[in-house]
């Protein structure tokens, strides 16, 4: 069976050498993407839940010290 790969198949537009072992991580990244194409989405709403959980967190601390403040004295 021959290589499935030669190392010229490709011409990058950006003067990227077309090595195989440039033609490999390329195929590897869309198969890695195409298994989940939702991973940056995914990624992005992740950052935003954590950032609302911190403002959330940082509120509630508030009002538990604004609340408590008159008992602890």
């Known amino acids: 069976m021959p290589p499935p790969l030669y190392g010229d198949d490709v011409e990058y537009t950006d003067g990227t050498e077309a090595s195989i072992d440039q033609e490999v991580q390329d195929v590897t ?3 890695n993407w195409i298994a989940e194409p939702e991973l940056e989405a995914r990624k ?3 950052m935003k839940v954590l950032l609302f959980l911190l403002v959330l967190t940082a509120m509630l601390y508030a009002v ?3 609340i408590w403040a008159k008992i602890e004295h």
């Open 29 to 31: 990244a869309f198969l």
């Open 44 to 46: 992005a709403m992740g």
């Open 64 to 66: 538990k010290r604004k």
